[in-house]
């Protein structure tokens, strides 16, 4: 971020009110005035929940036609990014990564002082950790977020947001992060929400992966993918992966897997099918290699007589380097 002294020197909101007597009208019943940076769809998205709950909205968009839509619906539009952050107590920001929020909040600096930002856009948790870093020494506070619906969810119930960072500017804005969707505070650790996206992410991508897999290999003999899904969505996944998997997540943090009920060892062998299988039916092998793979390091570091959620010591740790 650079140094903008002449954006710094208007801190009222667009209506004249300072900062702080904005946050005490807020408090007796108004809603607070919120900027909004970013208009691509998921911005739209929150500008339109916001103006749903109330909340005086100021918008700024480096391509100035996507902010129609907002305007048009009581959304002042800001001619720059400063004006858009001096206009309100929090700044909501939601670009594609981290260096795009440097970039544009560049231009900004001054107006940054005494405000909070909340950063939408996805990246690492050593990029939120140095955001926290650049917000500070600009004099705004800083929470890290990653939202966790698609655009038609956000401010409807339901709709998870993700924050982490100091408590307490999530606590002073939480009317506004409530109008966004379902706010959750992870922890002060700003790097703690996108590291949670990140996760939920593989999660997501890997069961679709499976399923995709499966319906492929049952394909493979003229199995239709709709006539599959009754049986596996509308069967396996909720019934036999249901909420009692969650039942053994203690487990992994205590490093505890007994294999009274099966073992690694068996389920490296239904694991070795499936890969066989795979190839029979001439199907992509990858996927199933590579479980094979990780479940054989499992049983190679002594985890054969354990169960299969012993392959989570191989998953915590790097693979080692040749």
Not at 41 to 50: D, R, T
Not at 113 to 140: C, F, I, M, Q, Y
């Amino acid at each position: 971020m650079t140094t903008n002294n002449t954006a710094g020197q208007d801190s009222t909101a667009h209506d004249g009110r300072t900062q702080g007597t904005t946050e005490r009208d807020a408090a007796a019943g108004e809603r607070a005035p919120v900027a909004l940076v970013g208009l691509g769809p998921m911005g739209v998205a929150l500008g339109e929940a916001l103006l749903r709950r109330g909340h005086p909205l100021t918008v700024w968009n480096r391509t100035p036609g996507r902010a129609g839509a907002l305007v048009a619906r009581g959304a002042r539009p800001a001619r720059t990014v400063a004006e858009a952050v001096a206009a309100a107590p929090v700044t909501v920001v939601c670009l594609k990564d981290y260096a795009t929020t440097h970039e544009v909040l560049g231009a900004a600096d001054g107006a940054l002082r005494g405000r909070t930002l909340v950063n939408l856009a996805s990246g690492t948790p050593a990029e939120a950790r140095e955001a926290v870093d650049r917000a500070a020494a600009h004099g705004a506070e800083y929470l890290d977020g990653a939202i966790m619906v698609p655009p038609p969810l956000v401010g409807q119930p339901g709709a998870v947001f993700l924050y982490s960072g100091a408590q307490e500017p999530f606590d002073r804005h939480r009317a506004v992060l409530e109008s966004m969707g379902d706010p959750r505070h992870l922890g002060a650790d700003p790097g703690l929400a996108v590291l949670y996206n990140t996760a939920l992410l593989e999660m997501m991508y890997t069961t679709m992966n499976g399923f995709l897999h499966a319906a492929a290999l049952v394909g493979s003999a003229g199995v239709t993918a709709a006539r599959f899904s009754e049986l596996a969505l509308g069967w396996f996944m909720p019934v036999i992966l249901d909420a009692s998997f969650a039942q053994q997540a203690p487990a992994l943090d205590l490093g505890h897997y007994p294999g009274d009920e099966g073992t690694l060892e068996m389920n490296l062998n239904a694991l070795e099918h499936i890969a066989r299988t795979s190839e029979e039916q001439g199907v992509h092998t990858a996927q199933p290699r590579l479980l094979v793979e990780i479940a054989e390091a499992a049983v190679a570091r002594g985890h054969g007589a354990d169960n299969y959620l012993a392959v989570f010591e191989v998953l915590r740790r790097a693979a080692p380097t040749a």
